[in-house]
């Protein structure tokens, strides 16, 4: 678990100093280099022989494209969470003296729903069923939009998370035990560890 936390961590550090602009950044060099320097062997490649994996080239056998996946979907969730946040806030300012808490337990408990419904819709389906992929997707927005509005939230340092937000990322693979699920629930974990 090492190596994949420390990943994690670089994702966040890429991620953050990704935002100054398109000034040179020796550190986000650094690590982008590190990424690429020492990236693990994807899960296709793990169980090759060594004397095959010589004959390969590196983007082919190395993990550098999940690394850069994971990174891309933190700042599109990033994004779309921030968004629904300034929604929230804009749809509040009706003059309410909550300073957008209203709106933005609306918001949370939308999110949740979502998960629920998703992780319903799953089930409900056969695996040979052509919907499952489409409902699949809505699961994993769902979650991801969670660990966005979680990491948006801890980064407001006046802001408590709801337990709720953070019981429904532990539940989920409950809610939808399937591998693909719990891989997408662990780069959550991982972005929740390393951005909270």
């Known amino acids: 678990w090492a190596p994949d936390t420390m990943k994690s961590h670089m994702k966040e550090y890429i991620n953050n100093k990704g935002m100054e602009g398109s000034t040179t950044h020796s550190g986000l060099a650094l690590a982008t280099e590190c990424v690429l320097s ?15 994996l010589a004959t390969r080239p590196s983007c082919v056998k190395n993990d550098t494209s999940r690394f850069f996946s994971s990174l891309s979907q933190r700042k599109e969730y990033a994004g ?14 009706d003059g309410d003296s909550d300073g957008g808490k209203a709106a933005r337990e609306k918001l949370m408990d939308k999110l949740i729903k979502n998960v629920d419904t998703a992780a319903a819709e799953v089930k409900a389906l056969a695996e040979t069923d052509m919907k499952l992929i489409k409902a699949l997707e809505k699961f994993h927005d769902a979650i991801w939009k969670i660990t966005g509005l979680i990491v948006a939230l801890e980064s407001d340092k006046g802001v408590v998370v709801p337990r709720k937000l953070w019981f429904t990322i532990a539940s989920a693979p409950v809610k ?19 951005a909270c």
């Open 80 to 93: 779309k969470v921030s968004g629904m946040l300034d929604l929230a806030d804009d749809d509040d300012d």
């Open 38 to 52: 020492f990236a693990s062997l994807n899960s296709i490649s793990d169980s090759l022989p060594v004397t095959y």
């Open 176 to 194: 939808l035990f399937r591998g693909d699920v719990m891989t997408d629930i662990v780069e959550c974990w991982h972005w929740l560890l390393s």
